[in-house]
Each structure stands twice: as C-alpha cells, then as structure tokens.
C-alpha cells in the first residue's frame, strides 16, 4: 500500500525557516517524480514543486522561486521542502504527492498534509 | 499563464446526475485529471487523463475533454459524493496548474 507522511509543519514568525518532510513506502520511492501542493486554509489546491527520481531536475511556482527548495534522499524514501523567507501567505496545508506520469501528471497518491502557519 | 475556470458550486438531487465543468483555452490539447476533497481529508484522484478511472474508483464517475471544456460527469450521485471538485492540467511553463475548485452538494 502506498503511504506519503508529511510531517515538520508548524507556526513560524514570518522572515523564518521551516524544513517539511515526506516519508515514503509502498512503492519504489527512487523510480518517481515528487511533488509538493498546498492549500490555503478555504482555498484551493495550488502546485508548489516537483523534483525528478535523482533529483537533477527541479521545478517550482513563481511565487517560491528563490525561496523554497525541493529535494530527496531516495536512501531513506523522503521527500523535503526547505522553506525560508516565509511570508504570511505562505499559509497553508502541504501535501507531499506522487507524479504517475511526468510531465503530464496525474498526482496519483497524497500524504494527508501537514499544516504551516506564518504569523507573528 | 494558463487558467482554468470552474464553477463555484454545483447541486444534484439524490440519485441523478452531476456535471462538473473546468474550462481552459483549447483544454481538449491537454491532459486533465480530477481530484476528490472531502472536508479535512486530502484530495483523492478519481479521473486521469481525461477518461480514466484509477482503481477502486466507481464507475458511476466519467470524464470527457473537447474543445475548450472538460467535464466530470458523476451518475446516480449519492450523499458520499458531496465533496469538492478540481480539475488540473500540465502546462508546458512548466506549470501545473489546478482550477478553483468546484463544491458538489447533493440534494
């Protein structure tokens, strides 16, 4: 059975870091692409990032470039998401998910999220 | 950017059918899949590639994708239905994008 934790969410002041986790099993977590999503508390599903099986190739949303970086351990079949620089919209439920079919998609398996909160 | 449009809300009666549209510049180019978000709960998969059901999914859900209009079509919609709605497609930015998001309420 395919299962994506998140975990690593939390209140951070805005301006601070915060480091989210995916742990992965069930499937071969080194053969798939990667993604993050999040989801503002009342609002609707918005992609953040995607990294490749051996991280080489990465993508992210306009509105992080710079200040959010994907990456992976495919050793320990966990997915990250380091963020600094947070800022107030960057509220959000986070979900870790699986790429069945780059590029097209579908995000086939979610985690059930983890819930960051940037507010002084 | 690409931009995907759905309806805020749509209503069914117990036992008929739902339409759920997600509208998009020539959208039947593209590849669109449908996610389920009960209230709390992560969003589920339920079409792919316009049409097609992953496992465990009812056949009572269906997708369809021309033109500029894609459409989940939901029959004999029952209460465990009553959900939110998004459409998501690939765009070549890269980007991934998702529609708004559509709340399903059966009557």
């Known amino acids: 059975e395919v299962q994506l934790v998140e975990s690593g969410g939390g209140l951070v002041q805005p301006g601070g870091s915060l480091r989210l986790s995916c742990a992965a099993s069930?499937?071969?977590?080194?053969?798939?692409?990667m993604s993050w999503v999040r989801q503002a508390p009342g609002k609707g599903l918005e992609w953040v990032a995607n990294i490749k099986q051996d991280g080489s190739e990465k993508y992210y949303v306009d509105s992080v470039k710079g200040r959010f970086t994907i990456s992976r351990d495919n050793a320990k079949n966990s997915l990250y998401l380091q963020m600094n620089s947070l800022r107030a919209e960057d509220t959000a439920v986070y979900y870790c998910a699986r790429v069945l079919r780059v590029p097209v998609g579908p995000f086939d398996y979610w985690g059930q999220g983890t819930l960051v909160t940037v507010s002084s | 950017s690409y931009e995907l449009t759905q309806p805020l809300s749509v209503s069914v009666a117990l036992g008929q059918t739902a339409r759920i549209t997600c509208g998009g510049n020539?959208?039947?180019?593209?590849?669109v899949h449908w996610y389920q978000q009960k209230p709390g709960q992560a969003p589920v998969l339920v079409i792919y590639?316009?049409?097609n059901r992953p496992s465990g999914i009812p056949e009572r859900f269906s997708g369809s994708n021309s033109g500029n209009t894609a459409t989940l079509t939901i029959s004999r919609a029952q209460a465990g239905d009553e959900a939110d709605y998004y459409c998501q497609v690939w765009d070549s930015s890269p980007n991934w994008v998702f529609g708004g998001g559509t709340k399903l309420t059966v009557l």
């Open positions: 590639r316009d049409s």
């Open positions: 020539n959208i039947g180019s593209k590849n």
């Open positions: 069930g499937f071969t977590f080194s053969s798939y692409w």
